[in-house]
């Protein structure tokens, strides 16, 4: 059963949110902990989960840029839904800007057979 978000969140959330962050500190290191403080913070704020506000915060960058969030669960495709209804203010993006940029990007994108195919158009295919 899930779980729709539909009134203020009370005090008590909020430290149930603080606790399960804090625990992700140790599973996920510093540099995450900084980003999984302050989108659970931003999402009790608003009455939106740390999904919608991802959701939210790719739509608030460009005009033309389309999240395609994948799921096999009805309530989870309601809540991806929700996202394009939470109003994010230039305070809210500047606090997840801010947060992400202490994470220390590291490693390559994509392992090198799949580097070497990045930028190529697929082989055509020959009819039988």
């Known amino acids: 059963m899930h779980q729709t978000v539909t009134k203020p969140v009370d ?3 909020r430290w149930w949110v603080l606790v399960i962050v804090v625990a992700a500190q140790f599973m996920f290191g510093v540099d995450a902990f900084i980003v999984n403080v302050a989108i659970p913070t931003i999402a009790v704020d608003l009455n939106a989960t740390p999904a919608q506000i991802g959701l939210a915060w790719l739509l608030s960058q460009r005009p033309y840029i389309v999240p395609i969030p994948g ?3 009805l309530h989870r495709l ?3 839904i929700g996202a394009a209804k939470v109003e994010l203010t ?4 500047a606090k997840i800007d801010q947060a992400a940029s202490h994470i220390q990007i590291e490693g ?3 392992a090198p057979a799949q580097m070497a195919m990045v930028g190529r158009e697929a082989a055509v295919k020959e009819e039988a």
């Open 78 to 80: 309601e809540e991806n």
């Open 108 to 110: 390559e994108r994509y």
């Open 90 to 93: 230039n305070d809210d993006l």
């Open 71 to 73: 799921t096999t669960k």
């Open 11 to 13: 005090s008590t959330h």
